[in-house]
């Protein structure tokens, strides 16, 4: 029997093996000269790596052994080798970190922010590490080179604040408690991990008295689960007025929660990425309501017909009439007010609901509180008053009065009542607060 060996297939696997030893050696020694060398002889050398899944790169070598420019070099010429995995799953900025060489991981940060959320092994990522080993300076770059990494969790549902309070990192705590201040994310804090453990469980478990002073006026501790935490009895957490989800979901909505499906937004999110078009959904409605709102008050300050520019004699038909007010006939101007208040305080009621829970959206709702309340200037000056005489009319005017009271007490505080309460009830489940966000 006679074998056949293919002696030019043979001399090529030799020689792609030569290329790649010689190319490893150029990353070890952070040579860019030898590396453009490499290029001439064959431009597809860069290329291979992108056909395999997991492998170790020229640039995660440079990483490791901390050829900083080498590596800017070569994470230029191919971006996507940056955010290959090794076989141990470490892309070449987790290895740059273990490694301990900074000045690499700031430039990998500064030429791609991606990075900082890139997933390595346990869904561990820059920021997790660098919360775990408690450098504060590099951890506030990271958080503002990439502010959605805050929110990245590892395997065990960790988020950064758990690792440092976990590795007891008190400088590198405050930087990340400070950021979700800043970012208005501080349900950021209530989230748990796969024991189910807050931020505030387990400083308290750990006997972290600092952690817990700024906690304390932060999360929602409530005096059931502070007792559970000093006893170490952890059944005693889900006390009776806790809420399981599926309590919470098997209770009937609430009406502003209803309000909130029917407008296409829900308080729900569905996942991480998805809030790009409700964000979309919500600016197209507040600019229409906000159009809405603005041309019914315009309407009101200049009334179809005009107002009247001086008083008439006192008289004892329907014929009199008080400056300033609508030149339109009684019954009509009722009309015209009742529709023109649907659209005004329902674009009103829209705007209040949107609103809620942005940043400063307090201040907002009591500037919009105050031009629905003094809306009812425009209506109690024009409006055709049949009070001064003796006017068939004065019923349906004391009537008008009293359902406009109730329409500006209704749209004004039943929002803020509703959001109140809804906001109770979801405080009250016993489930990670990042699954309950606003719709914006």
Not at 175 to 183: H, S, T
Not at 241 to 251: D, I, N
Not at 367 to 372: D, E, G, N, Q, V
Request: aromatic fraction near 10%; include cysteine.
């Amino acid at each position: 029997m006679s074998i056949v060996v293919d002696v030019n297939r043979v001399s090529d696997v030799s020689q792609d093996e030569n290329v790649y030893e010689r190319l490893k050696k150029v990353a070890q020694d952070g040579d860019i000269e030898r590396l453009y060398g490499l290029i001439a002889e064959d431009p597809e050398i860069l290329g291979h790596f992108d056909k395999v899944p997991f492998c170790e790169t020229p640039l995660h070598i440079a990483a490791e052994k901390g050829q900083t420019n080498f590596a800017m070099e070569l994470m230029t010429l191919k971006p996507s080798l940056a955010l290959k995995l090794n076989v141990s799953g470490y892309s070449p900025m987790h290895l740059a970190l273990q490694a301990n060489h900074s000045r690499m991981v700031r430039g990998f940060k500064a030429i791609d922010s991606r990075l900082v959320s890139i997933k390595g092994r346990g869904r561990i990522t820059p920021l997790h590490h660098v919360a775990r080993i408690g450098d504060a300076e590099l951890l506030s770059e990271l958080l503002f080179a990439c502010p959605s990494s805050v929110e990245d969790l590892t395997i065990k549902c960790e988020t950064a604040l758990h690792i440092a309070v976990k590795n007891h990192h008190f400088e590198a705590f405050k930087v990340l408690l400070g950021w979700v201040q800043r970012v208005n994310r501080e349900d950021i804090l209530d989230w748990k991990d796969e024991d189910g453990n807050t931020i505030f469980h387990i400083a308290a478990l750990t006997n972290q008295t600092e952690v817990m002073k700024l906690l304390r006026k932060t999360v929602k501790s409530k005096s059931q689960e502070l007792g559970w935490l000093l006893r170490g009895v952890k059944e005693k957490l889900l006390c009776d007025s806790a809420m399981t989800p599926w309590r919470y979901l098997s209770k009937k909505p609430l009406s502003i929660e209803k309000r909130i499906s029917l407008m296409g937004l829900t308080s729900l999110s569905k996942t991480r990425h998805c809030s790009q078009n409700s964000s979309d959904s919500c600016s197209v409605i507040l600019v229409v309501a906000i159009l809405i709102v603005t041309a019914t008050y315009q309407a009101g300050l200049s009334p179809p017909g005009g107002v009247w520019q001086e008083n008439s004699p006192e008289s004892k038909d329907d014929s009199g009439h008080i400056a300033g007010k609508m030149l339109i006939p009684f019954y009509v101007a009722i009309y015209f007010y009742v529709l023109n208040g649907i659209a005004f305080f329902s674009s009103l009621y829209v705007i209040m609901i949107l609103i809620v829970e942005l940043p400063m959206w307090k201040v907002l709702y009591v500037s919009i509180a105050a031009l629905a309340i003094g809306n009812g200037a425009i209506f109690f000056t024009t409006f055709p008053n049949p009070l001064y005489y003796d006017n068939p009319d004065i019923g349906v005017w004391i009537l008008l009065i009293a359902a406009y009271s109730v329409a500006v007490v209704s749209i004004v505080f039943a929002p803020l009542v509703e959001f109140f309460v809804n906001k109770r009830r979801r405080h009250r489940v016993d489930f990670p607060s990042k699954y309950f966000r606003s719709p914006h």
